[in-house]
């Protein structure tokens, strides 16, 4: 292989590396990932539930139960 074809090969690797690399990360920036959505990201969801959870357990606990009649 000539000198010249060798530098315009390896070249072209660089050039290819750079612009597949610099890509991915344009893209993960341009299109989210679907894992990491509104509720997994934000603890929102677990505090509601958790909410929920305690209601429920104060009106558990504030009704009377059959026994206690």
């Given at each position: 292989m000539r000198a010249s074809t060798r530098v315009n090969v390896t070249n072209r690797l660089f050039v290819t590396t750079f612009l597949v690399a610099f890509s991915s990360v344009a893209l993960s920036s341009a299109i989210p990932c679907p894992a990491h959505t509104l509720d997994s990201d934000a603890p929102i969801a677990a505090v509601e539930?958790?909410?929920?959870?305690?209601?429920?357990?104060?009106?558990?606990?504030?009704?009377?139960?059959?026994?206690?009649?």
């Open positions: 539930r958790k909410k929920q959870l305690e209601a429920e357990e104060l009106r558990t606990v504030s009704t009377p139960s059959s026994r206690d009649t």
